[in-house]
Each structure stands twice: as C-alpha cells, then as structure tokens.
C-alpha cells in the first residue's frame, strides 16, 4: 500500500515548455486535490477533483488544467511553464469518510527558468 | 471567504521549553480543524484533527491543540519540544460540509539542542 505517490520529484522547466505532473492513489479513494506550496502562503489549492472524470477549479487555477482520467490518477498539466510557477506541488487524496482527513503525497518540486 | 490565519511565521524555541502555535479561523459555521507537520524535505502529515467531541485534543508526538469555539481558535501546543520537532506546522480548516481543505501560512518552528 504506497498511499499517494507523484512524479516526477523534480523537474526544472525552461519558461514556455509544457509538462505534466501525476498523482497516484491506491487507497480507492473519490476525492484528489492538486496544492502548490510557497514560502510564507501556506498550500493553496489549485484543482480538485470530487470523482472519475469530474474537476474543479480551486484557489489558484491559471495557467494549470488537470484530468481525472482514471479514479487511482489525478494529471497536473502546465501548458507554458511561467516563472511564477515555480513551487512545490503536493497532490491529496481523500476518501470522504467522517472522521478521515486528507493524504499528501511527497511532492513535487519544479524550478521554472 | 474562509480563511486561516497563524500568527506566528517563524519561531525559536530551546530544547525542553513550552510550545503554543495559534491559529485562527474566520468561518462561522461547524468546521473541522487539523494541524500538519512538514519535516523538512517530507511532505506533510496530520498531527491531530478535531472534529466534534472534547475540545482538547491529543495527537502524535506528544502535541495537543484545544478548539475554543467563541475564540476561533484551534492552538497547538507542547509542553517540552525537542530538536526533533524542528518543522513547519500548518494549522487547516474545512466546512463540515465541504471536502476542500483551507490552509493557514504555516509556522516554521526551529528547536535548538
């Protein structure tokens, strides 16, 4: 049981390259959730995705699309890496039972030149 | 909007003295309230969650945090930290009936041996 997994760990991209990160979960859980890290602004929550083939838009969407293709993935796509994308990226799963929480995965680390 | 506030970003403690993080929220209805650690170079894991019950509650690692409800508060605290707990804590919040978790800024707790 790995839990939630992402690859790659990281990437550095070129300003106007495209690419794409993706999460993995085992644990059959509904609900994925795609977060970016920054110094002093906490997580903020980029997309979510509430089960198979359905998204949402979160805090901070532009510039990032995403697809649930498959219940156990959840891809984060950047069409043209930006330097203002440059930030960890942790990817969560969560099964909606009462009294769970969320599971994060180990991250992501992109560097955008 | 929902929103979490933590007071404090940065924090230095010695080895065996008293710990109390604060975090704030400004939601008015029922929540769910969590506190993440992030180890440095790990991802983040649940310290300890409050969902309905006794206010006070304990976690991993020795942690507690007390929910006081005409406060908005949800602190955590450590009666005697050690070098170990050298990490960065993040307190979250979510609506009893949402599935989408909002994070404070975090706290970068550093403990001298």
């Known amino acids: 049981n790995a839990g939630v997994t992402q690859t790659p760990k990281f990437r550095v991209l070129k300003t106007g390259q495209s690419m794409t990160l993706l999460c993995a979960q085992d644990?059959?859980?509904?609900?994925m959730y795609w977060y970016r890290q920054d110094p002093g602004m906490g997580l903020r929550l980029i997309h979510y995705?509430?089960?198979?083939?359905?998204?949402a838009k979160g805090e901070v969407p532009d510039g990032y699309n995403v697809s649930r293709l498959k219940k156990q993935n959840f891809l984060l796509g950047l069409e043209s890496a930006a330097p203002s994308q440059t930030s960890v990226y942790f990817c969560?799963?969560?099964?909606?039972?009462?009294?769970?929480?969320?599971?994060f995965g180990p991250g992501t680390r992109l560097l955008v030149l | 909007a929902q929103s979490v506030s933590q007071h404090n970003h940065h924090v230095i403690l010695s080895e065996a003295a008293s710990l109390e993080l604060g975090c704030n929220y400004s939601y008015g209805g029922t929540v769910n309230l969590f506190w993440y650690v992030q180890y440095p170079g790990q991802h983040l894991q649940l310290l300890l969650k409050?969902?309905?019950?006794?206010?006070l509650v304990k976690g991993i690692k020795g942690f507690e945090a007390e929910f006081i409800k005409s406060k908005f508060s949800f602190n955590l605290r450590k009666p005697s930290v050690q070098w170990s707990d050298t990490a960065e804590y993040f307190c979250a919040v979510n609506k009893k009936s949402s599935y989408k978790l909002i994070f404070g800024s975090g706290t970068r707790l550093l403990v001298r041996p």
């Open positions: 409050y969902f309905s019950g006794d206010p």
């Open positions: 644990m059959n859980h509904e609900y």
């Open positions: 969560a799963s969560y099964g909606g039972l009462r009294g769970e929480t969320q599971y």
């Open positions: 995705s509430v089960g198979e083939g359905t998204t």
